[in-house]
């Protein structure tokens, strides 16, 4: 994983196991952060985008020049 978007994984790993999706449903990270569920806040959902953008720019040539935006 690269260093760019590693902050924004653990983030969204933390904020995926104060979840009821985790906690009440005792459904794996990979589930909860794959639907859009309405046991996860919207906090969650953020930053699932923000992580998803953040992964697609390392494929992105043009911003692998420029460097990822944000984090």
């Given at each position: ?6 902050g ?5 790993v933390?904020?995926?196991s104060?979840?009821d999706?985790v906690?009440?449903?005792?459904r794996?990270?990979?589930?909860c ?19 998803f ?11 692998r020049?420029r460097?990822?935006?944000g984090?």
């Amino acid at each position: 994983m690269s260093k760019s978007c590693k902050g924004l994984a653990m983030e969204l790993v933390k904020c995926l196991s104060e979840s009821d999706c985790v906690k009440v449903e005792k459904r794996s990270y990979r589930e909860c952060a794959g639907e859009k569920s309405p046991s996860i806040s919207t906090e969650c959902v953020g930053l699932r985008e923000t992580y998803f953008n953040c992964k697609r720019g390392q494929v992105d040539m043009r911003a692998r020049i420029r460097g990822n935006k944000g984090y």
